[in-house]
């Protein structure tokens, strides 16, 4: 299972793109990686799913390079709502064998 | 689609009692459940995984007779804390993963804030 590494804390004001980087060095052939924001008390909340290169939504891009070690959540116009903690999950969600373990996570903080 | 709800939201309970949570995929069947903890400004704690039919898996340090889970069915899993004690106290949130759902991943409940007084 892959560990995962992020920022723990990131600050950021109204308005400005957000780019959080998750560091995955020992990433395995079928792992996925799996963005999830989550707000105090509350479940987490998927964002955006990725393999290998650039991946967009309505709410945030993830970036992933070649080598697949890292990836990047992108989120553009950040507002204060955005405020919350975000985390990169990395397994290989398609089999009964794969299972998610949390890293710290970034909480990410929005200024007005 | 992929919807999982979790109840109850929260709970109190008294030390020494026994607390149950459910957690039921609604627009998919859930092959696999998994169970976490979450203490204050931490990260999610895996307690066990469970597929449907078979007993569930539990991390280390888990107890596993403290900590019951039951997923009888595709779309249901429970986790009961039996004999709680305020050491129990904590949010509980399940994940499903399984077919029909719309990401290629995990869904999860809105969790469960367990206090034992």
């Known amino acids: 299972l892959a560990k995962t590494t992020q920022p723990i804390s990131m600050d950021s004001y109204e308005g400005q793109e957000v780019n959080i980087t998750c560091s995955h060095n020992?990433?395995?052939?079928?792992?996925?990686i799996t963005w999830y924001q989550q707000f105090p008390s509350q479940g987490p909340r998927f964002i955006i799913q990725g393999y290998k290169t650039k991946v967009t939504n309505e709410v945030a891009s993830l970036f992933i390079p070649a080598d697949r070690k890292s990836s990047t959540l992108s989120l553009p116009r950040v507002s204060l709502s955005d405020t919350a903690v975000y985390y990169c999950?990395?397994?290989?969600?398609?089999?009964?064998?794969?299972?998610?373990?949390f890293g710290d996570g970034t909480t990410l903080t929005v200024k007005p | 689609g992929a919807v999982v709800s979790q109840h109850p939201s929260w709970v109190i309970c008294k030390s020494g009692t026994s607390v149950k949570i459910e957690c039921r995929s609604l627009?998919?069947?859930?092959?696999?459940m998994f169970w976490y903890r979450q203490f204050p400004k931490q990260s999610l704690m895996l307690m066990a995984t469970s597929n449907e039919g078979s007993k569930a898996t539990y991390e280390q340090g888990v107890e596993k007779d403290k900590f019951l889970i039951n997923h009888a069915s595709l779309t249901l899993s429970t986790l009961t804390v039996t004999s709680a004690h305020p050491e129990d106290s904590s949010f509980y949130i399940c994940s499903a993963r399984g077919w029909g759902a719309r990401i290629y991943g995990y869904t999860f409940g809105s969790g469960t804030r367990l206090t034992v007084v």
């Open positions: 020992n990433i395995a052939t079928n792992d996925y």
């Open positions: 999950l990395v397994g290989e969600f398609n089999t009964n064998a794969g299972k998610s373990t």
């Open positions: 627009d998919f069947q859930a092959t696999t």
